[in-house]
Each structure stands twice: as structure tokens, then as C-alpha cells.
């Protein structure tokens, strides 16, 4: 089950990683931002494509290890979701997004995955 969870997370972050290689300013628009320079397209790049291609990868890597260091990046990554989830709540404490998508989507998304990456990590 837990190569499973890994491997489910894994593909997430590499779609959303490739994708914000690709196409940032589409990954972007859904949430009503626009990308109108070199700067902020470098900037989507960066943390939502690269980023998420690394994260993609390391878990690969865990889905196949085995141990405490697989351990700790189900962990590391589940708690960063975590940590996405509740920037979420905390922006709906100030303000509220117009939709379900993106915005609540993806927190439930952040919310589950970041769950079930915790659960895997802690056996």
C-alpha cells in the first residue's frame, strides 16, 4: 500500500511539475494569475515545475526504498501538503475564493495526500 500512495503522489507531482515547465502561465490562470514577464514565467518554473519534478522523482526513489530514509521523504513530502492544505485555511480566514476550483480542489487534494503520506510514512 504504501509504494501505492507513493507512487499516486509521485505522478501528481511530476504532472504538476512537467506542466509548469511546459505551460506556466496555464498552470497559473485558473487561480486568475497572469504571467506577463519573463520573471514570473521563470518564477512558475522554478517552484511548481522544477520543484515538482524533483519531488516526483525523490518519491520514486522511496517508492522503491526501503527503511528510515524512505520513511522520511513520505513524511517530509506528507507534511508539506500538509502545510499547502493549511496556507488554504488559513487564506479562507481572510478572504474567500470564488469556487470550489482551483482553490478547494486542491485543498482537499493537499489535505488527503499530505494524510495518506503520513499514514505510509509511519508504517
Do not use: H, K, N
Amino acid at each position: 500500500m504504501t509504494t501505492s500512495i507513493a507512487i499516486c503522489a509521485a505522478v501528481f507531482f511530476f504532472g504538476m511539475g512537467l506542466y509548469g515547465l511546459v505551460a506556466p502561465a496555464a498552470l497559473a490562470r485558473p487561480f486568475g494569475i497572469t504571467l506577463g514577464s519573463a520573471d514570473a514565467r521563470t518564477e512558475v518554473r522554478a517552484v511548481y515545475g522544477g520543484f515538482g519534478v524533483a519531488v516526483g522523482g525523490l518519491l520514486i526513489w522511496a517508492a522503491t526504498a526501503s527503511g528510515a530514509a524512505r520513511q522520511g521523504v513520505l513524511a517530509a513530502v506528507g507534511v508539506a501538503l500538509l502545510g499547502m492544505a493549511a496556507g488554504r485555511l488559513t487564506a479562507r480566514a481572510v478572504e474567500r475564493p470564488a469556487a470550489f476550483y482551483p482553490s478547494w480542489l486542491y485543498f482537499w487534494v493537499e489535505a488527503a495526500g499530505g494524510g495518506l503520506l503520513l499514514a505510509a510514512a509511519a508504517g
